[in-house]
């Protein structure tokens, strides 16, 4: 029996960020405009750029003031997160009024799965057409489509024609279509495997899917087989349906301590100490960057402090660890007497930020990551010395300010909670 053919949507919003700002405010409209962490800040690095931007040669990642270099005139925001995912979800909202079979990709692409669709809505072109209008009418913002009967198909068909397009690659086109590109433009192939694939004199995709398998294996491994595969349309992974990350609000630990503590210096270290399991988590929770810390601080009489500030959106330890403290000395006099201590971040950004970074692959934004890391651990270094660097050996090594806390881990670090989203 013939496995019926599938219908795969990818969609892609363009130029997302600096669409949404204009969605706004539509006064920004028509005129060259970047996305930027700080306006201010000519060091600040470009986010995203309109298609005007797009023109004067301006790219994401370079700075904001080599962009102005090139185009006086730009008119310079800042990012608003928020805005972005919640503009996201309206899209999949969108989405959803065809499906229930999407999967998330990042903040502004989905895989889409209509082949039971197609009965009630047309073809897949015609879908995608309907999703292009409603996002734009709806929304004001601009979408390109891919169609196909694999998701890597349907992925390389979205980047072929932008904006606000629909592209359809099929098994009667595809040899056709995706054959002459590239071997760079099938997802997966980054500078390096490509590099090594030009070696062998394979250069496009099609030389791709004819290359010799266990060549491609005794040079790639396994993801060689796995590239020749998508290459020659045989990708058949599932789109994932319901969006499998867990959507966490908040992730937080405390501990209580061994004894009333009131020197701040421990505190402090305390502090680093719980932060460091929370920046571990986040990161691994995948959530993007957070850009609230929260503490709560308990008394030798057994109340319960809260108080939170906004940072900068961070995963960094270093960074949770110094508003916490901060915190700390704003709310709380000298001599307070502590008996637990709590970190808690939330407000995540869902990797907006990691997204568009990753989008780049340039040196440019190794290095500003890099950079940023370095300046983290210089001003610790400034701030609170040569011990706050040794924030992550604490919990390996068990000690922490001379206390043993190996045995007690389970104990002292065992509060962590994550809460979730309630919508
Ligand atoms: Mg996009």
């Given at each position: 029996?013939?496995?019926?053919?599938?219908?795969?949507?990818?969609?892609?919003?363009?130029?997302?960020?600096?669409?949404?700002?204009?969605?706004?405010?539509?006064?920004?409209?028509?005129?060259?405009?970047?996305?930027?962490?700080?306006?201010?800040?000519?060091?600040?690095?470009?986010?995203?750029?309109?298609?005007?931007?797009?023109?004067?040669?301006?790219?994401?990642?370079?700075?904001?003031?080599?962009?102005?270099?090139?185009?006086?005139?730009?008119?310079?925001?800042?990012?608003?997160?928020?805005?972005?995912?919640?503009?996201?979800?309206?899209?999949?909202?969108?989405?959803?009024?065809?499906?229930?079979?999407?999967?998330?990709?990042?903040?502004?692409?989905?895989?889409?799965?209509?082949?039971?669709?197609?009965?009630?809505?047309?073809?897949?072109?015609?879908?995608?057409?309907?999703?292009?209008?409603?996002?734009?009418?709806?929304?004001?913002?601009?979408?390109?489509?891919?169609?196909?009967?694999?998701?890597?198909?349907?992925?390389?068909?979205?980047?072929?024609?932008?904006?606000?397009?629909?592209?359809?690659?099929?098994?009667?086109?595809?040899?056709?279509?995706?054959?002459?590109?590239p071997v760079s433009e099938l997802l997966f192939v980054g500078k390096s495997t490509a590099e090594t694939l030009h070696k062998i004199g394979v250069r496009t995709i099609g030389e791709l899917a004819n290359a010799d398998e266990e060549l491609l294996i005794r040079l790639l491994g396994k993801r060689g087989r796995q590239l020749r595969i998508y290459a020659r349309g045989e990708d058949d992974a599932p789109v994932k349906g319901v969006k499998e990350k867990e959507d966490l609000k908040s992730i937080g630990n405390s501990t209580t301590l061994p004894k009333d503590i009131t020197d701040r210096e421990e505190i402090k270290r305390w502090f680093y100490a719980l932060s460091e399991s929370v920046a571990a988590r986040q990161r691994k929770a995948d959530v993007g960057r957070a850009?609230?810390?929260?503490?709560?601080?308990?008394?030798?009489?057994?109340?319960?402090?809260?108080?939170?500030?906004?940072?900068?959106?961070?995963?960094?330890?270093?960074?949770?660890?110094?508003?916490?403290?901060?915190?700390?000395?704003?709310?709380?006099?000298?001599?307070?007497?502590?008996?637990?201590?709590?970190?808690?971040?939330?407000?995540?950004?869902?990797?907006?930020?990691?997204?568009?970074?990753?989008?780049?692959?340039?040196?440019?934004?190794?290095?500003?990551?890099?950079?940023?890391?370095?300046?983290?651990?210089?001003?610790?270094?400034?701030?609170?010395?040569?011990?706050?660097?040794?924030?992550?050996?604490?919990?390996?090594?068990?000690?922490?300010?001379?206390?043993?806390?190996?045995?007690?881990?389970?104990?002292?670090?065992?509060?962590?909670?994550?809460?979730?989203?309630?919508?």
């Amino acid at each position: 029996m013939q496995k019926r053919e599938r219908v795969i949507l990818y969609s892609d919003l363009n130029n997302f960020f600096a669409s949404v700002e204009i969605a706004l405010d539509p006064s920004l409209a028509g005129k060259p405009l970047i996305v930027c962490g700080d306006p201010k800040e000519r060091h600040g690095i470009v986010l995203a750029k309109n298609e005007e931007a797009k023109r004067y040669g301006i790219k994401t990642a370079e700075t904001v003031y080599s962009a102005l270099r090139k185009c006086p005139d730009l008119q310079m925001v800042k990012e608003h997160f928020h805005e972005y995912r919640r503009y996201s979800k309206k899209v999949v909202e969108i989405y959803g009024r065809y499906t229930d079979c999407i999967e998330e990709c990042s903040i502004d692409e989905c895989a889409l799965d209509m082949t039971e669709s197609t009965a009630l809505f047309g073809s897949g072109v015609e879908i995608a057409e309907k999703l292009r209008s409603s996002v734009k009418e709806e929304l004001g913002l601009t979408v390109s489509v891919g169609v196909s009967f694999n998701k890597v198909f349907a992925k390389l068909a979205s980047e072929l024609k932008k904006p606000d397009a629909v592209t359809e690659i099929t098994r009667e086109n595809y040899r056709e279509k995706v054959w002459r590109l590239p071997v760079s433009e099938l997802l997966f192939v980054g500078k390096s495997t490509a590099e090594t694939l030009h070696k062998i004199g394979v250069r496009t995709i099609g030389e791709l899917a004819n290359a010799d398998e266990e060549l491609l294996i005794r040079l790639l491994g396994k993801r060689g087989r796995q590239l020749r595969i998508y290459a020659r349309g045989e990708d058949d992974a599932p789109v994932k349906g319901v969006k499998e990350k867990e959507d966490l609000k908040s992730i937080g630990n405390s501990t209580t301590l061994p004894k009333d503590i009131t020197d701040r210096e421990e505190i402090k270290r305390w502090f680093y100490a719980l932060s460091e399991s929370v920046a571990a988590r986040q990161r691994k929770a995948d959530v993007g960057r957070a850009s609230t810390v929260h503490i709560v601080v308990r008394n030798e009489k057994l109340q319960d402090t809260t108080c939170q500030k906004k940072v900068s959106p961070t995963s960094l330890c270093g960074d949770i660890a110094k508003a916490a403290y901060e915190l700390y000395c704003e709310h709380f006099p000298f001599g307070t007497r502590v008996r637990m201590l709590g970190v808690t971040v939330s407000g995540f950004d869902y990797h907006i930020q990691q997204m568009s970074l990753d989008n780049l692959l340039s040196d440019g934004i190794a290095y500003e990551k890099k950079e940023r890391a370095e300046n983290a651990v210089a001003k610790l270094r400034e701030k609170y010395g040569y011990t706050a660097l040794q924030r992550g050996v604490v919990l390996e090594d068990g000690r922490v300010n001379g206390l043993d806390i190996r045995g007690k881990k389970e104990e002292t670090f065992s509060k962590q909670e994550n809460t979730k989203d309630e919508e």
